[in-house]
């Protein structure tokens, strides 16, 4: 069984602060990294977008996430490191952590980014959440 690495990401600070980390420590993987990119297109469900115009909104969502998961692997890609980009849509905690423990990773990479204390303490966070949801250790940044 090879050693499978997952790495979900999203265009925020402690993501971003994980890419460069990867890529400071590249000689250290020697495995290819699943990058993975989730759309939350089911949070538009709770706002007040009229019907008329949610497809044009999860067309430009998925169209903005395929962007900056070319992006972002482009970058770890130039930097020497081997990447299969991989996005998915669906709430991020559940898809995470669905993909983690059904294709059996062996590592998680996740940054760990607070929404506010009051939102982590009712919500929890989505690091959080993949911390205590998967089979395999994680690495939280």
Known sequence: MSFKILVPICDGVTSKATVQALID?????????T?????NLDKMDYRMIPDFQIDMVRQ???????????????LLQNAGLEIIARMETG??????????????FS???????????????????????????????????
């Open 91 to 104: 709430s991020p905690r559940d898809t995470i952590c669905r993909i983690a423990n059904e294709e059996n």
């Open 35 to 39: 990058l993975l990119h989730v759309v």
């Open 107 to 141: 590592l998680v990479i996740i940054g760990r980014h607070s929404s506010g204390e009051i939102r982590d303490v009712l919500f929890g966070s989505v690091s959080n959440h993949v911390l205590h949801g998967v089979k395999c250790p994680v690495l939280l940044f």
């Open 25 to 33: 420590h590249k000689d250290q993987f020697n495995t290819p990294i």
């Open 60 to 74: 430009y969502a998925t169209k903005t996430g395929e962007k900056f998961l070319a992006e972002q692997t482009t």
